[in-house]
């Protein structure tokens, strides 16, 4: 019994299929869309983080400065998560293939 028990789980397998399930194409389409509002949010808190560093340090104000300063990378880090993302996803799943 316990023979045949680990040999039908030996034989699992999955193989992702995006026309598996009815509405992928869909949810694709959604992520893509919410991929490109969250690089438009990045370049938007890029633009601004920037001018109130430049603004806050040509007038003197160190804390606005910092402030500009530390938004500028929060900016520029978001923008590096999501565009590694979809290279991070599919090292990670093909990594988790060689698994035995």
């Known amino acids: 019994m316990l023979a045949s028990a680990s040999a039908v789980l030996a034989a699992v397998s999955a193989t992702p299929d995006p ?9 694709e389409k959604l992520i893509n869309g919410l991929f490109f509002y969250t690089l ?15 603004f806050s340090s040509r007038a003197q104000n160190y804390h606005h400065a910092a ?17 590694a993302a979809p290279a991070l996803i599919n090292f990670f799943q093909t990594l988790g293939t060689t698994v035995k």
């Open 19 to 27: 026309a598996g399930l009815p509405g992928s194409s869909v949810a």
């Open 40 to 54: 438009l949010g990045c370049l938007a808190g890029l633009l601004i983080s920037v001018l109130v560093w430049v």
């Open 67 to 83: 402030t500009g300063r530390q938004g500028t990378m929060v900016a520029a880090f978001g923008a590096l998560v999501a565009g």
